[in-house]
């Protein structure tokens, strides 16, 4: 099988060692990457660092028709690399061509942030003392971003940290997940096709140990991070004087209310609690529904999860495959495990299969069960009576994460009243706190992070406002 080049300073090279990336499912070989050398991680921080002056310069054009050629050869290669990310990660051929429309969409909309990015203006003779003054604000990048992505959307999470360090004229060295490190490699080979300059970026398929030198480097000022809050946080007591940015994990609540549509509440907390074998920062974990509708919302919750269809990756029906490792998957059966050993119900699911955990479905959970109070990432819900909203909103904020809520209600006061009140950074009402458009500021609070992802709102974050006076104008 042939060896893939990795990406340094915008061109391929090889290295004198090579790592093979398996299939989850099957444990087949799906292809083999290059590992780049210590000397060259030095070249591509250097390269890096030595464009930054002229990718902050770089005319909003080039930099918009660099998004934009990104986006539209995404689309043209979507079913290839979808085939990719269903190989790699294990994660169903339905999810995956979904995952690439996502960074088709996610390339187009920085193309079109970039040409609206600009600078404002303000009078500042709103005082006799500044009569003539008039400033300019615009916003100047940080310097070289440094993108630790995940395995679990190996091709979208990585775009959102590229395409905006791209859109503002940040050079960007990309750390893939160890496990899924090829469709970033593709993206590599796409971002080669255009017009950027040498060194505006590097793809770099290095084993997690080798990442803590990058995350010190002083050239690389800003760290943007996705994964578990223990690393993330590692990551920021590392280098306290450096921007960092952590998108971490949840353990994401879905309350319904006595007036929610049951129907379509059981059928989307049934799919989104196993979509991506629950390996999703924001898949439905912990499922409160208020005690009036709570029998009624089980009797169609069971189906609905027993319908789901889970097997082969690579058939089009399916619905819920492996997690991206036996180990994994070993990881969650032990906690559901716990969770029966001390007094949990198990209504649906609870099996493994290799690296595929059967959709699984738990009532009375003790509260300091790990499926409760941790991050599960795998197809597990807990089902949480609540007496009233009140308690259901407590409930929900009553746990260390907190990145987005979904709230089945037809109550606009309700809604408002969620917005208010819920500790997390999204709230999705009518729907599973899963949902997440690819333009929207999207990031937690508490233990779920630190910063916001999103074109615009990444684009802000990997940037300072600088201000110009003029002085001596007639205005």
Wanted: charged residues 20%; glycine residues 8%.
């Amino acid at each position: 099988m042939d060896v893939r080049s990795f990406w340094l300073n915008g061109s391929p090279a090889t290295g004198d060692s090579e790592l093979i990336v398996t299939n989850p499912h099957d444990g087949r070989e799906v292809g083999r990457h290059s590992v780049p050398t210590d000397a060259q991680v030095e070249e591509a921080v250097a390269g890096a660092h030595a464009v930054a002056k002229e990718a902050a310069a770089l005319p909003v054009h080039v930099r918009a028709e660099a998004l934009a050629h990104v986006s539209r050869r995404l689309a043209e290669r979507a079913e290839e690399i979808a085939q990719l990310i269903s190989h790699e990660n294990g994660k169903p051929i339905l999810w995956a061509r979904g995952e690439v429309s996502r960074a088709v969409a996610t390339f187009r909309f920085a193309a079109e942030e970039t040409r609206r990015w600009s600078g404002e203006v303000q009078r500042l003779d709103t005082e006799p003392a500044a009569n003539g003054r008039l400033a300019y604000v615009s916003r100047v990048p940080k310097g070289p971003v440094l993108a630790i992505t995940p395995f679990n959307f190996p091709l979208n999470l990585v775009a959102h940290k590229v395409a905006p360090a791209i859109a503002v004229g940040a050079p960007v060295v990309v750390k893939p997940a160890p496990a899924t490190p090829l469709s970033a490699l593709v993206l590599g080979e796409i971002l080669a096709e255009t017009d950027l300059p040498a060194g505006m970026f590097s793809v770099l398929p290095l084993p997690n140990e080798r990442a803590a030198a990058l995350v010190a480097d002083p050239r690389l000022p800003i760290v943007s991070f996705t994964g578990s809050a223990p690393v993330g946080y590692a990551i920021a007591d590392q280098v306290p004087r450096k921007h960092v940015t952590l998108e971490l994990g949840g353990n994401a609540a879905a309350v319904v209310l006595a007036d929610a549509d049951l129907d379509w509440a059981a059928q989307r907390v049934a799919l989104y609690s196993n979509y991506q074998a629950g390996q999703s920062c924001i898949a439905v974990q912990r499922v409160i529904v208020e005690q009036p509708v709570y029998d009624a919302f089980v009797e169609r919750l069971l189906p609905a999860v027993d319908a789901l269809v889970t097997g082969d990756p690579a058939d089009e029906k399916t619905q819920v495959g492996p997690l991206v490792s036996e180990a994994a998957a070993e990881r969650v059966e032990q906690w559901v495990q716990e969770a029966v050993a001390g007094g949990a119900r198990l209504l649906a699911g609870g099996t493994r299969d290799g690296a595929t955990i059967a959709p699984t479905v738990l009532a009375d959970v003790p509260h300091d069960a790990k499926v409760a109070c941790e991050e599960v990432f795998g197809p597990v819900l807990i089902l949480q009576p609540a007496a009233s909203i009140d308690e259901a909103y407590a409930m929900v904020n009553d746990s260390k994460y907190g990145l987005q809520a979904g709230v089945f209600t037809r109550s606009l006061d309700a809604a408002f009243r969620a917005n208010r009140e819920l500790e997390v950074g999204g709230v999705i009402i009518g729907d599973v706190p899963s949902y997440r458009a690819d333009q929207m500021p999207y990031g937690g609070v508490k233990d779920s992070g630190i910063g916001r992802e999103g074109l615009h709102a990444a684009m802000e974050d990997y940037t300072y406002e600088k201000v110009m006076v003029l002085t001596g104008l007639t205005l």
